[in-house]
C-alpha cells in the first residue's frame, strides 16, 4: 500500500509543474495572438473582433461593457496593444485556473492537480466535430464552445466560470445556510459577466430561475431562502436592461425579432448536419453515461442552461446594423461550454465503469474535438482567419 502511495506521489511530482508549465505556455501564446489581433482590420490576417472593439472604446467611447472601458484605460498609455494582449493573455489564463478549481468542486473525490488541469485545457480548447463536407469552414457554420477572436466572450468565460462555481457552493448548502461571503462574491461575478456581454446572463437567470422554482415547489427550500437567492440576479437583470436599451432602444434602429431558425441558418453548407457535429461527443457520452447523467444535479442544471441558449438561437435574431452580426451565437456557445465540461467531467468521472466500446467511442469523439479544437488555435496563431 504504501509503495502504491508513494508511486502516486512520485507521479504527481512530475505532472503537476509539467501541467502547470503548459498553462503558463498557453497563456504566452494567448499574449502572442492578441497582440498580433490588435493591429489588424477584418483583412483576413490575425482576424477576430479586438480592433474594432479597440476602436470601439478609444474612439466611440464604448461605455456600456466592462472590456470598453478596460481598453480605454490602457490606451490613454503609448502602451494600449500591449496591455490589451496581456489582460487578455491573463483572462485566458485565469479561466483555465478557475475551470479546474470549479472541476475539483464538482467531483465528489480528491483529484490530482495535473488530472484537473488536463480537463480543464480540454474544455476550454475543443470545438466542433468538423467533418468538410458538413461545413467546409473550422468554425463559422459550427457553434463552439472554445473562441479567441471576441475579446468580449473571452472576458464573459471568466467570469461566468465563476459564477456557476459560487452559484453552487450556494445551491449545495441554501435551504440551511446561505454564506454571504459567497453570496457576494456570486452576484459580484454575474454582474461583471453581464457588464461584460450579457449572452451568459441571458442562459444563466432564466435556469436559476427555474431550479430555485423547483426548490420552491418541491419544498427543498422555504419561501424566504428561494427569495433571497432569486434576489441576487437584480443587479445583473438591471445591467441587462440597461445594455438591451443602448443596444435596442428607439433610436437605434436595432430590434430583436423572431425569426425561427435563421440565425442556425446563416452560414455553412449543410446548418443542420453542423449543429448536430457541434454535439458529437455530448450526443454520445449521454447514451454512454444516461444512467449517471439522470442522478447528477449539475448535468441538469447545464442542460437548462443549453436549451435557454437553443432557444435564443433558434427562436430570435436581431434586425438593424446587428442583423448578421448572429449575436445569440454567444450565449449559446457558453452554454455548450458547460455542457461539454459536465460531460467531460461525468465521462472520466465513471469511465472504469463503462463499457469498452462506450469508452472507445467517447475517447475518440472526445479526442478529436480537442484536436479540431488545437489545430484551429495553431492556425490562428500562424495568422489565419478565424473563417479558415
Known amino acids: 500500500m504504501d509503495t502504491k502511495n508513494n508511486s502516486t506521489v512520485n507521479f504527481d511530482r512530475y505532472l503537476n509543474p509539467l501541467l502547470i508549465l503548459l498553462c503558463i505556455a498557453y497563456g504566452i501564446c494567448c499574449f502572442y495572438l492578441y497582440y498580433h489581433q490588435c493591429f489588424y482590420k477584418t483583412t483576413g490576417l490575425f482576424e477576430s473582433d479586438l480592433y474594432a472593439h ?3 472604446a478609444v474612439k466611440d467611447k464604448w461605455f456600456y461593457s466592462l472590456t470598453g472601458l478596460i481598453y480605454q484605460l490602457f490606451f490613454i498609455t503609448d502602451f494600449g496593444e500591449i496591455l490589451t494582449a496581456l489582460f487578455l493573455a491573463c483572462v485566458s489564463f485565469l479561466t483555465i485556473i478557475a475551470t479546474a478549481l470549479l ?3 464538482l467531483f465528489k473525490t480528491d483529484k490530482s492537480l495535473h488530472f484537473l488541469l488536463s480537463l480543464s485545457l480540454i474544455a476550454n480548447t ?3 466535430f468538423y467533418v468538410k463536407f458538413a461545413c467546409s469552414t473550422r468554425y463559422i457554420g459550427y457553434q463552439s464552445p472554445s473562441i479567441w477572436h471576441n475579446s468580449t466572450y473571452i472576458c464573459m468565460k471568466l467570469f461566468a466560470v465563476l459564477t456557476v462555481y459560487f452559484f453552487i457552493e450556494i445551491y ?4 440551511e445556510k446561505l454564506s454571504p461571503k459567497t453570496f457576494i462574491l456570486f452576484i459580484l461575478s454575474l454582474s461583471l459577466s453581464v457588464f461584460t456581454k450579457t449572452s451568459f446572463g441571458m442562459v444563466f437567470i432564466p435556469a436559476m430561475g427555474i431550479v430555485i422554482l423547483i426548490d420552491l415547489f418541491t419544498k427543498r427550500a422555504g419561501f424566504l431562502k428561494a427569495v433571497t437567492v432569486s434576489l441576487s440576479v437584480i443587479p445583473s437583470f438591471v445591467i441587462l436592461l440597461w445594455q438591451n436599451n443602448t443596444l435596442f432602444g428607439e433610436n437605434t434602429g436595432n430590434s430583436i425579432i423572431i425569426k425561427p431558425w435563421y ?3 446563416l452560414r455553412g453548407e449543410h446548418p443542420k448536419v453542423s449543429f448536430v457535429l457541434s454535439l458529437v461527443f455530448l450526443i454520445v457520452s449521454a447514451i454512454a453515461l444516461r444512467k449517471y447523467i439522470l442522478k447528477d444535479r449539475n448535468y441538469h442544471f447545464s442542460l437548462l442552461m443549453w436549451v435557454m441558449g437553443f432557444v435564443w438561437i433558434f427562436f430570435f435574431t436581431e434586425s438593424g446594423e446587428r442583423a448578421l452580426d448572429s449575436n445569440f451565437y454567444w450565449g449559446y456557445s ?3 461550454f458547460f455542457m461539454y465540461l459536465i460531460s467531460t467531467k461525468l465521462f472520466f468521472e465513471n469511465i472504469k465503469k463503462l463499457k469498452p466500446a462506450a469508452i472507445v467511442l467517447c475517447s475518440l469523439t472526445l479526442g478529436y474535438q480537442v484536436y479540431c479544437g488545437i489545430l484551429f488555435f495553431i492556425n ?5 482567419t478565424y473563417f479558415m
Open 334 to 336: 457558453i452554454s455548450l
Open 103 to 105: 472541476l475539483k468542486k
Open 126 to 128: 475543443l470545438m466542433a
Open 263 to 265: 440565425a442556425l441558418s
Open 54 to 56: 479597440i476602436e470601439m
Open 380 to 384: 490562428l496563431m500562424c495568422g489565419v
Open 172 to 175: 449545495d448548502t441554501y435551504p
